[in-house]
Structures are given as C-alpha cells and as structure tokens.
C-alpha cells in the first residue's frame, strides 16, 4: 500500500460523515475522535513501519486523543497545541532514525540482506 495515508483518511472521513448524517452516530466530537484514532491505526497496519507511517499514524492518534481531552475533559487548546507539536516533533525525529525503513520494499530488502 503506497501512501495510503490520504485515501485512508478520505474513507474514514467519509463513512464518519454519512454515518452521522443518516443519525446512527449521536455525537460528532465522538465521530472525529474515532475517525482520528481509527485512521492513524489503519495507516500503521496498512503502511507497516516507515517514514511516513511512524510520523502519520501516531499523530493522527495524538489529534484524536487531543481531540477527545479537549471535547469530554475541558482540556484546553493552549496546552494541547503546543503538546501535538512537541509530538509532531518527536516524531519526526524518530522517522529519521536510520533503523526506520524509507518503504515496506526498503524494510522487506533489509531483512533479506545479511549484515556483515
């Protein structure tokens, strides 16, 4: 699956937004926290562990779970944002670790070839 971020989210977001048109889901912070969640989860068994997996994947979980503190726990934005962006950060940083493949083809090559 090659960059399966955007599709995956589109869907999501799609079945989220019909869902809560034809009334079968109460509430829409519930919705866009569970699309959130749900796709970051999907992007990680989808793409396995890459570059762009291990910083999209995460981070929509992170937008979710802030999401959810900010509807359901009153947790405030200016304490959140900076949080997502030190997550976003931290991230980034671990996609450019050298044992992180670049693709699924990159980390299939790596195991095959013995280290010498």
Known sequence: MRDSILPV???AAGVAWLLFNLDWIPSFDWVVTLVLIGSGIAILILEGITKK???GGPLLIAL???WLL???F???WRILAPSLFIITGGLM???RLA???ASRRNASVAKATPLE
Do not use: C, K, T, Y
């Open 9 to 11: 989210a589109l869907i």
């Open 53 to 55: 997996s291990v910083v």
């Open 70 to 72: 900010h509807f359901h």
């Open 74 to 76: 009153d947790a405030r």
């Open 64 to 66: 979710g779970a802030a």
């Open 93 to 95: 940083l671990v996609a």
């Open 99 to 101: 044992i992180v493949p």
